[in-house]
């Protein structure tokens, strides 16, 4: 009796410890799983501030020389870096920042003074996604950066001046300026006047003395005939006769590959006359946006907000090594002379149409030009062609002035959109007489111009920058956005590297790493899968972080 009871209470005692011993390998099993858990999402952590540590290493030996000169941010460029390059370095931070204790003690004779909680190993990098500034997105996300932290901020007080009346002083100077042009056309009326009876008292004394004044008869009569400046126009071109061309420089701006093309017609003047052109030009009574220009007009405002500043020109004398950045974003040309011939031949054929306008309509200059028509056409025995003649002389005045207003604009000064009797600079005495000098002397005449754009221009007149920049609107978004690169590259070559390449510029990447860390109950967890990694074979859990930085 007692045996038996022995016996069931000796099997009472053994179940009890086969449970417990369940239970505890049950604990023992669950809390290495939170271990293994805690290791698992803990390395991902570890890794991604790592990663994001060895990113904002690598970005900090950034192109100094592209951000300050023209506020674009962006690795390498230089003496051939690129991808490969940017991985190597970021390898090279990140395995330092994934290193668990200090190079010092990686041969200690003591190393068990540093634990290895993620014991991780097989570590790779593979470069997903590259993006380089000359991508159209990034280069807009940091026009768009510029804008708002530069670009807008001593404009957008100047305009809000202009609209809430407050830029007194600017107004004021504005006035003083119309003031003295007036009191300078009504010195220049006076002096031209003397000038004329001057001419008649000496020709009266030359048919009282019996002067033989066909002497240089063969000398005068080329200039006595309007038509005579065209023939110059024509042989000498526009350029020689507004500025100096012995200033510009010889070099020749090379283009990027990538935007290596033909200069062709601008999309803007393609099936147009000049009467259609200038039409598009006049309409815009209430803004200088039209149809036709409102093609993109978000990105090419942008651009052309950063052109103004940060490229050079004729007459801002900015840009070491591209004074003509912005002439350039007009034409397409290489050099400066042709960029700049470009832009004057543009400029004078709009004025030269918009003077037209006013010459064909005003009463005394088509007086004076019928009789010098009717002169000219007797002595060819042309009288049906008076009208023609009489056209043609008006035209070549409208020419001249154009000269004039070329020349104004050039010296950086204003000049009026359209014109009257007291803002139309050349006599009709002159026709015949126009010059380079006289060009110059006129021009003088004129206001001188803001730098940048103000609503108050508008109505007094245009400069230099503001014909630029409808010019700069008539192009498409492509060609200023390519155009604006091949200046960047260029000057930097210029100034700094000749290795430069703006195409090579890194401004974005997205980076995989994958590891394995042991599991520490491998045998239990043969077969566990994770989300972003599994458990192999061999008891390592292996998982894959992406990590992405750069421009934003």
């Not at 006595?224 to 400046?229: K, V």
């Not at 035209?395 to 002035?401: D, G, K, N, T």
């Not at 609503?455 to 400069?463: N, V």
């Amino acid at each position: 009796m007692m045996r038996s009871l022995c016996r069931e209470n000796g099997i009472e005692d053994g179940s009890i410890t086969v449970f417990m011993t369940f239970i505890f390998l049950l604990l023992f099993t669950l809390t290495g799983a939170a271990l293994d858990s805690a290791r698992y999402f803990g390395s991902g952590g570890y890794v991604k501030t790592s990663a994001y540590g060895a990113d904002v290493a690598v970005y900090g030996e950034y192109n100094r020389e592209l951000f300050t000169e023209y506020g674009l941010f962006g690795y390498g460029g230089c003496n051939g870096k690129g991808g490969g390059d940017w991985l190597e370095r970021y390898e090279e931070i990140l395995s330092d920042n994934l290193r668990e204790r200090p190079v010092s003690q990686e041969k200690s004779i003591l190393p068990g003074r540093y634990a290895s909680i993620y014991q991780m190993s097989a570590i790779s990098t593979q470069l997903e996604e590259v993006h380089y500034l000359t991508e159209e997105k990034y280069f807009r996300k940091q026009l768009r950066q510029w804008i708002t932290t530069e670009g807008l901020r001593d404009m957008t007080k100047s305009l809000l001046g202009q609209v809430r009346g407050t830029d007194r002083g600017q107004r004021e100077g504005l006035l003083d300026d119309m003031e003295q042009n007036d009191r300078l056309q009504k010195e220049k009326e006076s002096s031209d006047t003397k000038q004329a009876d001057q001419g008649e008292e000496k020709s009266g004394a030359d048919a009282d003395g019996g002067t033989d004044t066909r002497q240089n008869e063969s000398g005068n009569r080329d200039k006595e005939n309007p038509l005579e400046f065209v023939k110059e126009l024509m042989r000498d071109g526009v350029l020689s006769l507004v500025c100096d061309e012995s200033a510009f420089c010889e070099r020749q701006l090379e283009a990027r590959e990538a935007s290596a093309m033909e200069n062709e017609e601008l999309e803007w003047t393609k099936g147009k006359s000049g009467t259609g052109i200038l039409k598009k030009f006049l309409a815009q009574s209430d803004s200088m946006w039209n149809d036709e220009m409102l093609d993109d007009q978000k990105k090419k405002g942008e651009l052309i907000v950063y052109a103004m500043d940060k490229l050079g020109s004729y007459i801002s004398h900015q840009g070491e090594a591209v004074p003509y950045g912005l002439e350039y974003l007009v034409s397409g040309k290489s050099s400066q002379k042709d960029a700049f011939a470009s832009v004057v031949s543009r400029l004078f054929t709009m004025r030269a149409l918009i003077n037209f306008l006013y010459v064909e309509k005003d009463p005394i200059l088509l007086s004076q030009s019928l009789e010098t028509a009717t002169a000219l056409a007797a002595m060819l025995m042309a009288e049906a062609f008076i009208p023609v003649i009489q056209h043609g002389i008006l035209l070549v005045l409208a020419m001249e002035e154009a000269c004039v207003d070329v020349t104004a604009l050039l010296l950086g000064r204003r000049v009026p959109v359209l014109k009257n009797q007291s803002s139309f600079q050349m006599k009709y005495a002159q026709i015949c007489t126009a010059g380079k000098a006289l060009f110059r002397a006129k021009a003088q005449n004129y206001p001188k111009a803001e730098s940048a754009t103000r609503l108050t221009d508008m109505r007094s007149g245009l400069g230099y920058m503001q014909y630029l920049w409808l010019m700069l609107l008539m192009n498409t978004w492509e060609d200023l956005y390519q155009r604006t690169l091949d200046v960047i590259q260029f000057d930097l070559r210029e100034q700094f590297n000749q290795t430069f390449s703006i195409d090579k510029c890194i401004c974005s990447t997205r980076v995989e790493i994958t590891y394995s860390i042991p599991v520490l109950l491998s045998g239990l967890a043969g077969g566990l899968v994770s989300e972003r990694g599994k458990i192999s074979r061999n008891g390592t859990l292996q998982r894959r972080i992406c990590v992405v930085y750069g421009y934003t």
